[in-house]
């Protein structure tokens, strides 16, 4: 599997607090099926994005944890004036793995009335929008209608594989089940944090998809559509809705 969000990178941001946090994040990542990871730390007013600093710490851990895994760049990109105008000077500092996809959050509090117009501006510069966890965000989750018209537009949508086991709380589950029942996700991630409460961790998730979607879903979700992602590519068409599988004691 192959994970595009993750806070691994140590004392950059809200993520791993220190290098053995982020090399036991790694390891636990390959003992449960990851290939690939992108660290993508925060861009935002609070923590300070530097990208030379995070290729270093990057490389420190790729010569630490071995061949298992592959460690990519990326960040966590919050719509400030400032992060924008940067962007638009240097994408590759913010993309995932300097190609197209940039992975975007949302502010919890406010969602700019022009965010259609900033997301026009993205891809037409050739930049693609991930929309990052909108089933867990209370804003989006009550624009269904606006997250329809932006992956109409061009933008992807990244669901957090904790929110699919109510870690996230039953709304974050229940929109995640929305997202997925038309067709809306495109892929999962960890948004790993930590080794205890938000590892990076994408095992369980592909799991629970493939039980209730059907295994090329999950296949679809977990691996050849990030694999896209992080090769810059285009994302292969999408497969028919599946209705959601029902366990037995659910049918009645």
């Known amino acids: 599997m192959i994970d595009i969000h993750s806070h691994i990178l140590p004392g950059v941001d809200d993520g791993a607090d220190t290098f053995e946090t982020s090399l036991g994040m790694l390891r636990a990542a390959v003992a449960h099926g990851t290939t690939h990871i992108v660290a993508t730390p925060h861009a935002d007013p609070q923590f300070h994005f530097d990208p030379e600093v995070n290729r270093q710490l990057a490389a420190k851990l790729s010569s630490e944890v071995g061949s298992g895994i592959r460690i990519l760049l990326g960040c966590d990109f919050h719509l400030t004036f400032d992060n924008i105008r940067a962007l638009m000077e240097h994408p590759a500092f913010y993309t995932i793995n300097a190609g197209p996809y940039l992975l975007v959050e949302f502010s919890d509090l406010v969602i700019f009335k022009n965010t259609t117009d900033i997301f026009q501006q993205m891809l037409s510069a050739g930049i693609v929008p991930i929309i990052t966890h909108p089933e867990r965000n209370p804003l989006l989750q009550q624009r269904l209608t606006e997250l329809r018209g932006w992956v109409e537009l061009g933008c992807l949508l990244q669901v957090t594989t904790q929110s699919l086991s109510g870690f996230w709380g039953s709304r974050a589950r229940k929109f995640s089940e929305t997202l997925m029942a038309e067709n809306l996700v495109h892929v999962f991630a960890s948004d790993g944090h930590d080794l205890e409460h938000r590892p990076a961790r994408m095992d369980e998730a592909y799991q629970t998809v493939k039980k209730d979607w059907g295994e090329a879903r999950a296949e679809r979700l977990f691996v050849e559509n990030p694999r896209a992602i992080i090769d810059g590519l ?13 366990a037995w004691y659910q049918l009645w």
Do not use: D, M, N
């Open 234 to 246: 285009p994302l292969p068409a999408p497969l028919e809705v599946e209705a959601r599988r029902k």
